[in-house]
């Protein structure tokens, strides 16, 4: 039995959700409509902040990209949970598997940057008006998306070429509906508190300081707006970083339940739950709650439709 538990793993058994036979068809449709919606939303806001002259602003060019790591995220876990569930489990090469893992994590770490940079976006809008022209220019907005694509990279290669180094065992049945780390750390068969230690400190760049930088800037943001004297003032100041504080604190609220509180004591359905949240979920709501909540986009929004409408009946 120990030979057994030691045999080099190089496919797994995704299990997806095993109690949902019953109702998989409709667990289906469901995550299938989902999955429309939020790449519809995403497209729309990409396609809208490329053709609008109106929305070629730092904050919407951050936004853009932020939409496109929600499609790349939804991308790589949606369509392959779909067939998990109406195959109820599906079989996964050790290199799909890491391959999966490899894009959602780029995707999860570029977002945590891209947010962080539309937080500095904001933080120089309100905070220091005057100059917020001259220092936010076109140039350093590619910059901090560059960087901010680029280091979720990185640290998610190294994160990966650490995940390769393991030896894989037996068991390969993965109780998940996709790839996630905590499911591979399970199955090594090395020192997994090294490995741990390892991944903890790439987190720390990835995750935590991003959130202190965030918190410092809404900090010195709710500083400036209390100092304006007028109540419409503080409203419009308000309202321009409304949008990106929801999103930031749906996405970090998720992010933090699912690796930062310990998960011991936790069952597999409430695992799979805060999964759900930030990789079908949020990538939902952020084209939703930026669509709801900013009116520059519901004109740009109705522009372009009228210009259709019109370009069709001509």
């Not at 060019?61 to 790589?76: E, G, K, P, Q, R």
Request: charged share 10%; hydrophobic share 50%; glycine share 2%.
């Amino acid at each position: 039995m120990l030979r057994e538990n030691q045999t080099t793993v190089t496919e797994f058994l995704l299990l997806g959700f095993p109690a949902s036979h019953n109702f998989k068809i409709l667990l289906f449709l469901v995550f299938l409509l989902l999955y429309i919606v939020t790449l519809t939303g995403n497209i729309l806001i990409i396609v809208l902040v490329s053709t609008s002259h109106q929305l070629r602003t730092p904050m919407y060019f951050f936004l853009s990209h932020l939409s496109l790591s929600d499609i790349l995220l939804t991308t790589d876990i949606v369509p392959n949970m779909l067939y998990v569930i109406m195959a109820e489990g599906i079989v996964i090469s050790l290199v799909g598997c890491i391959t999966q893992y490899f894009l959602f994590a780029v995707s999860i770490s570029a977002e945590c940057f891209l947010l962080t940079m539309m937080s500095y976006d904001r933080y120089l809008a309100i905070c220091h008006p005057l100059r917020y022209s001259s220092i936010m220019d076109f140039k350093l907005c590619c910059q901090l998306v560059s960087w901010s694509w680029f280091l979720g990279f990185m640290i998610t290669l190294n994160m990966v070429i650490l995940v390769c180094s393991f030896q894989l065992c037996n068991p390969n049945v993965i109780d998940h509906f996709f790839c996630d780390l905590a499911p591979l750390l399970e199955h090594s068969c090395s020192n997994r508190f090294i490995a741990e230690t390892v991944l903890s400190f790439l987190g720390i760049p990835c995750v935590i300081l991003p959130s202190i930088f965030i918190i410092v800037t809404y900090i010195c943001i709710t500083l400036t707006i209390i100092r304006i004297s007028s109540t419409t003032g503080r409203q419009k100041a308000f309202s321009t970083c409304s949008s990106h504080l929801a999103v930031v604190c749906t996405y970090y609220g998720t992010l933090f339940a699912k690796y930062v509180v310990p998960s011991k004591g936790q069952s597999v359905n409430i695992m799979k739950i805060t999964s759900l949240l930030y990789t079908v979920i949020t990538p939902l709501f952020n084209p939703i709650i930026y669509t709801l909540r900013n009116k520059e986009i519901q004109a740009a929004l109705r522009k372009c439709i009228s210009i259709r409408v019109q370009t069709y009946f001509e």
